[in-house]
């Protein structure tokens, strides 16, 4: 086996698995923003409907939300009398974005509660909007505390789209598994790890950047830094 | 200019305002007494609507509003007139010193960003932190955060200053310089409204002092009637337990 072809065989398929990743990154990521608004202000309806969602996003195995994306999608394009085909690609970064959100949605509803009751009297009191005190008060410090909490959902993202193998998307899993058949699978245990590898990689990017805005964040939030700081060594 | 009629307020099943009168004139200086729990931060938070009257009416110059009705445009222009001094604080905690008292100007009152830090830059001097400006308040002492508190209040320019317990989470050494700088606010002729366990300050800087007790204006008059010359029994207990504490 030659690990120089092999190696530039699955990063073919990377970009795909990356133009997934960043799509439900960033769809998840406003759809929870959004859904988090409407669970906070408690809207009628509207937030019913919101945590309904969020415990489909949460609950069902992911796997199954795909399948879900997939066979789904078509009927709801149908409907809107649109351009009846969606592609497996399509379908996965619809399907992860639902998930994501949701469950971003979970590290994001506690982070805004645990922001003190004395932050929002305080924009209120000085006539900040709903909007305005969220921008640049409530929210700031949500995230903050939101931060570690969001890179563990990055990761599970970037695990969950290994998945979308099985509604028959060409990421660079499924690209293994071609690969892998070709040789007459001969080489699998390389392959999973030249995988491995790849997908270690890829989360110590995210984390990476995670970690980055957590430090840059740091000095203020006494809780967390001095939590941090103060850390007995295990004995 | 500021008239608080019946104001009735109840969390759940408790009764915390029990129908609270108070008026207060242009450039009074009232300070309200009163054992814990009596409703002297909710009334404080019902002027500027953080706290929900379940019935009452507000007057503000020509702003009125009857609480049993949302009116957000009342709600915001009397917001906009006030300014409160927070018990714990509430210094923005992601923001800086100067960011502080610059935000609301220019989030707000959508005053020029240089503007607001020369407005910033003015009231910060006069609570004395000119030289922590650029700290963040994981970074400060009590005083110095409640003085963060008192300069953005003051640099909303507010027709009354709310102050509740301003100096009642600060450790005794640290009370002494932000009393001196609100008594410097107070002298400067803006309208005060301050709920205090400090009764010589407050006997000191104040034109008149309320009491409340269990959710009413029990007692309200100069300085020398409520503190020498008051008939109301709760009232003298409560001095007397107050003088003690002291
Ligand atoms: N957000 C709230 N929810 C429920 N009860 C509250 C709330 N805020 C205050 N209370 C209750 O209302 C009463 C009056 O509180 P408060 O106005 O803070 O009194 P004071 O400032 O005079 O000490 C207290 O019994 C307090 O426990
Ligand atoms: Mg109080």
Not at chain 2, 45 to 70: E, H, W
Not at chain 2, 136 to 151: C, D, K, N, V
Request: aromatic share 8%; charged share 20%; net charge neutral.
């Amino acid at each position: 086996m030659d690990l120089s072809i092999m190696i530039p065989e699955l990063l073919s398929a990377l970009p795909l698995t990356l133009a997934i990743t960043f799509t439900a990154m960033i769809a998840g990521f406003l759809l929870a923003l959004v859904t988090t608004t409407f669970r906070v202000r408690r809207i009628p309806v509207v937030s019913q409907f919101a945590d309904f969602y969020v415990s489909y996003a949460r609950s069902v195995p992911v796997v199954l939300q795909l399948f879900v994306a997939f066979y789904g999608l078509p009927l709801v394009v149908a409907l809107l009398d649109v351009e009846d085909f969606v592609s497996p690609n399509v379908a996965a970064m619809v399907g992860l974005s639902l998930y994501h959100g949701g469950y971003l949605s979970e590290v994001l509803r506690p982070a805004y509660l645990a922001v003190e009751r004395g932050q929002h009297d305080a924009a209120d009191s000085l006539g900040y909007s709903f909007l305005q005190k969220l921008v640049r008060v409530v929210g700031p410090q949500a995230v903050h505390i939101a931060l570690p909490g969001y890179g563990n959902a990055i990761i599970y993202l970037i695990h969950n789209v290994a998945l979308v193998m099985y509604i028959g998307a060409a990421d660079v899993m499924a690209t293994a598994h071609l690969v892998m058949e070709r040789d007459y699978n001969q080489y699998q245990f390389e392959t999973y790890l030249v995988l491995a590898v790849i997908y270690s990689l890829l989360c110590l990017v995210a984390w990476s950047i995670v970690r980055f805005f957590e430090k840059r964040n740091a000095r203020f939030a006494p809780n967390t830094a001095r939590a941090k700081a103060t850390v007995m060594p295990s004995v | 200019m500021l008239e608080l009629k019946n104001i009735k307020l109840s969390y759940g099943s408790t009764q915390v305002l029990n129908g609270v009168d108070l008026s207060v004139k242009r450039g009074d200086v009232v300070s309200i007494i009163g054992p814990s729990g009596t409703g002297k931060t909710t009334l404080l938070k019902c002027i500027n609507s953080l706290a929900r009257p379940s019935s009452g009416t507000i007057a503000f110059d020509d702003v009125r509003m009857d609480y049993q009705k949302l009116d957000r445009t009342a709600i915001q222009a009397i917001r906009l007139r006030t300014a409160m001094v927070f018990q714990q604080f509430n210094v923005f905690k992601n923001m800086t010193v100067l960011q502080n008292v610059m935000d609301p100007l220019v989030v707000v009152q959508r005053k020029s960003k240089e503007e607001a830090r020369r407005i910033a830059l003015e009231e910060l001097d006069r609570v004395g932190l000119s030289n922590k400006i650029d700290s963040y308040p994981s970074q400060l002492s009590g005083g110095q955060l409640q003085r963060t508190g008192i300069a953005r209040a003051l640099a909303v320019k507010p027709d009354v200053m709310l102050f509740d317990e301003p100096t009642s989470s600060l450790d005794p050494e640290l009370v002494g310089e932000v009393l001196k700088v609100i008594r410097d606010v107070t002298s400067s002729g803006i309208t005060s409204l301050l709920v205090t366990h400090e009764m010589q300050f407050a006997r000191n800087i104040s034109n008149r002092i309320v009491f409340m007790d269990r959710g009413v204006v029990a007692a309200d008059g100069s300085p020398a009637e409520i503190f020498e010359a008051s008939s109301n029994p709760r009232l003298t207990q409560f001095l007397t337990t107050e003088h003690s504490i002291q």
